[in-house]
């Protein structure tokens, strides 16, 4: 059973854990969990003449942040509240509360950057992926029966794009912490993060579909296809070409 | 020629995160115009890398 699936049926999971190994087995979400919490959370809160209620409220977060893990095998209901909802919870109420002096933190943009990326690390973290060790068929819960086999295998290539693509596709998303204007910083985020989604969706696609050649349209189909957005683009450069010359 | 256009969608992909790059850098240094134009850019390429890998015609 997947830790999702107890996680909705609200079932027990195995024998209760110590917890440091709790700890260390969730160490790839407690880990990106304390790193976005040291620099978007515990840094505004130090350094600034912050309220005693967001310290509280920071520290709070830190607390559902560790008691996590060692709820998240034996009560995976409680962990996964005490991970997602109440660490989220009272790191919004701790921004909320900093108010002006979260506004004037500046701060190194890498920094802020870098503890965004750790936040979804850490929202990936408290996903259901199956661990490697870890053979599906050999749960006491799977519908009894032949196993289905794939009906083709992925090249060894589409890790390698899809990688790229994603790395590709983060790219503004850091840059969007370069914009210090706060109506253009709040649009820059935006935009970026559209442009992650739109760019890692069509990426996925486009990778995978490197693996289904035979349900391919032929090339001529294809190109076709794209005839309309290519002509717009064509068009697009165009304009840009004539402004840059008239300017 | 099939590999070509699956190498042309994957360079089209790149390149809609690279627009985007642009615009998202253009809105850094103020220039609004030059951002929305990369960003349209961007959709645009995006739009093309998806219909070359799957055009819409032949979907289910």
Not at chain 1, 83 to 106: E, K
Not at chain 2, 12 to 39: N, P, Q, T
Request: include cysteine; charge should be positive; glycine fraction near 8%.
């Amino acid at each position: 059973m997947s830790e999702l699936s107890a996680v909705d049926s609200g079932t027990r999971v195995g024998s209760a854990p110590s917890p440091l190994r709790a700890l260390r087995d969730r160490a790839s979400t407690v880990l990106p969990g304390l790193y976005a919490w040291v620099t978007t959370i515990a840094l505004p809160t130090v350094q600034h003449s912050a309220k005693a209620s967001a310290k509280i409220s920071a520290f709070c977060a830190l607390v559902a942040l560790i008691l996590a893990p060692l709820f998240a095998r034996e009560q995976p209901r409680l962990g996964r509240a005490l991970g997602v909802y109440v660490f989220i919870g009272f790191a919004l109420l701790t921004w909320v509360l900093l108010g002006a002096p979260l506004l004037q933190h500046a701060g190194d943009p890498w920094l802020a950057a870098l503890g965004g990326v750790a936040f979804m690390l850490y929202a990936l973290g408290w996903g259901s992926l199956r661990r490697r060790d870890q053979i599906p068929e050999d749960d006491p819960n799977i519908i009894p029966g032949t196993p289905l086999m794939p009906r083709s295998r992925p090249p060894a290539l589409v890790p390698a794009v899809f990688a790229v693509i994603v790395a590709s596709a983060l790219v503004p998303t850091f840059l969007a912490f370069r914009v210090v204007d706060a109506e253009r910083a709040l649009f820059a985020h935006a935009v970026a993060l559209l442009s992650a989604i739109l760019t890692i969706t069509a990426g996925s696609r486009v990778a995978l579909g490197l693996g289904q050649r035979r349900a391919l349209p032929p090339t001529l189909d294809r190109l076709n296809a794209a005839a309309v957005p290519l002509a717009l683009l064509a068009l697009a450069f165009g304009l840009g070409f004539l402004w840059l010359v008239v300017r | 020629m099939s590999k070509v256009i699956d190498a042309l969608s994957i360079l089209l992909v790149l390149a809609a995160a690279l627009s985007f790059s642009f615009g998202v850098g253009a809105l850094a240094e103020r220039r609004d115009l030059i951002a929305l134009y990369w960003l349209v850019i961007g959709g645009l390429v995006l739009r093309a890398s998806v219909e070359l890998l799957r055009p819409r015609s032949s979907s289910r």
